[in-house]
């Protein structure tokens, strides 16, 4: 499998979502809370791996 680039999606999503969402926008707790569970779910399957490239295919 190729390697993913985190900020590709990134810029990708923002594309389709920036239309019903502006960046200047202020995040809600909500927004946080699942920045931090996106955060640890990606954490956990990195170490888990022992590297970015094999926690990514294992997802």
Partial sequence: MD???PLNI???L???YEQD???NDS???HD???KALI???LD???NQAGSPILARSSL
Avoid: A, R
């Fill in 14 to 16: 923002e594309m389709d």
């Fill in 3 to 5: 390697s993913v680039n």
């Fill in 21 to 23: 969402f502006q960046p």
């Fill in 10 to 12: 990134l810029k990708l």
């Fill in 32 to 34: 946080k809370l699942l």
């Fill in 44 to 46: 956990i399957h990195i």
């Fill in 27 to 29: 995040p809600s707790d």
């Fill in 39 to 41: 955060k640890d779910f």
